[in-house]
């Protein structure tokens, strides 16, 4: 078993629509949880860090961590064609260097 | 733009060529890290630097030598690399490794190996 489990898409949705991205994990000592968007071509760009269970909003995205059931989200409201691109999960113990990525979404958005 | 500079942005190069890869930030990380992306997958950390000294290589072959040479700058010297090398090399940094800070990512250099 993965430690982070990703669904890889891809998957396709029309403009507009809420768009919800999960990663499930096993190890319980992960404490940080980011988010990245990773355009084709370019490097991965940091969309959300989180910590601790609950929600954090910043402009149409919205990350969700539940440690309780090892589940992270990110969703999208008002999805845009410029929202097409690969999601990827990141998460990491206190004290460790190494990022554990989950394997990426890709999303397309339909105009 | 990213703040994390990485050239050249593509690399054309044979099996017996020597070439670089250099990164910049200038964040005032102290941490900075050489990652591997193939098509479709995550990247793959590669080596981490702290404070300009080699703290982590992943058990990565020889034919890859990175050189942390200040604060700001990250390079990684290729030499007789193999067709399998190709792939997308991405430089990160942080503030410090070990604490829970984000990594943030230039954009690569797309190397193809002939």
């Known amino acids: 078993q993965k430690e982070v489990e990703q669904d890889p898409g891809p998957l396709s949705v029309p403009e507009g629509a809420i768009v919800s991205l999960n990663c499930t994990y096993s190890?319980?000592?992960?404490?940080?949880f980011m988010w990245y968007r990773q355009y084709s071509r370019k490097g991965p760009e940091l969309l959300m860090y989180t910590y601790s269970s609950g929600n954090k909003e910043d402009g149409r995205f919205t990350a969700q961590v539940d440690k309780s059931s090892k589940y992270i989200s990110l969703f999208i409201r008002d999805s845009q064609p410029s929202d097409s691109a690969t999601y990827l999960c990141?998460?990491?113990?206190?004290?460790?260097?190494?990022?554990?990525f989950g394997t990426g979404t890709r999303l397309k958005v339909l105009a | 733009d990213t703040e994390v500079t990485q050239t050249p942005k593509h690399l054309v190069m044979g099996m017996t060529n020597k070439k670089s890869l250099k990164c910049e930030q200038h964040?005032?990380?102290?941490?900075m890290y050489w990652y591997k992306q193939k098509a479709k997958k995550p990247p793959e950390l590669m080596f981490v630097?702290?404070?300009?000294?080699?703290?982590i290589n992943e058990s990565v072959p020889s034919r890859f030598s990175p050189e942390c040479p200040n604060s700001s700058l990250l390079n990684l010297h290729l030499h007789a690399l193999q067709p399998e090398d190709s792939a997308l090399y991405l430089c990160?940094?942080?503030?410090?490794?070990?604490?829970?800070?984000?990594?943030?990512f230039g954009d690569g250099t797309r190397l193809s190996i002939l």
């Open positions: 630097y702290s404070y300009e000294k080699l703290s």
């Open positions: 990141a998460m990491i113990t206190s004290g460790t260097y190494k990022y554990i």
């Open positions: 190890n319980s000592a992960f404490q940080y």
């Open positions: 964040m005032g990380h102290r941490a």
């Open positions: 990160a940094s942080s503030q410090r490794l070990g604490l829970p800070q984000p990594q943030h």
